[in-house]
């Protein structure tokens, strides 16, 4: 007896439970995950916060290191690359021999500010053409002390 009333009953239910699905099949195709969205997923997660605070500290580093160039380029554009030292006076320029470098002319490097006092020489752009850096004003200085060595 209860066969024959739970029969039209599952029957019915299995028919709601079908109408359901299909009201739903668009939702579950818009969830179903498609190549992006399974790469969308992957990413890790980036708290926007420490984002903001990441990129302030960035550009604080490159405030920085700008500074500190432009802090170099005048102290050694107002060095004399002289050390003083009780009452004497001794150029700050070591050379850098020839014989060290690809294009066989000397440098020299001051011990007072880092600057290198370069001949002229080839550079290369990003695209590959080729340039050339003119010789440094200060360049008859190399040559003094290469022939006093
Ligand atoms: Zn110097």
Redesign the pocket.
């Known amino acids: 007896m209860s066969n024959e009333i739970n029969k039209p009953q599952a029957s019915h239910d299995a028919d709601i439970v079908a109408r359901v699905m299909e009201s739903l099949l668009p939702m579950i195709e818009r969830l179903s995950l498609t190549p992006d969205k399974i790469n969308e997923l992957k990413k890790p997660y980036v708290d926007p916060e420490k984002a903001a605070q990441d990129l302030a500290h960035r550009r604080r580093m490159q405030l920085e290191i700008a500074e500190g160039l432009i802090k170099k380029k005048l102290e050694?554009d107002n060095?004399?690359?002289i050390t003083r030292y009780q009452d004497t006076e001794k150029s700050?320029l070591r050379l850098m021999f020839r014989a060290n470098w690809h294009d066989g002319k000397s440098r020299a490097i001051?011990m007072?500010?880092?600057?290198v006092i370069h001949p002229a020489r080839k550079d290369y752009r990003p695209d590959g053409s080729e340039f050339v850096i003119p010789e440094d004003p200060e360049y008859n200085k190399v040559l003094k002390l290469e022939m006093a060595a």
């Open positions: 050694q060095c004399d690359h700050a001051c007072n500010c880092d600057k």
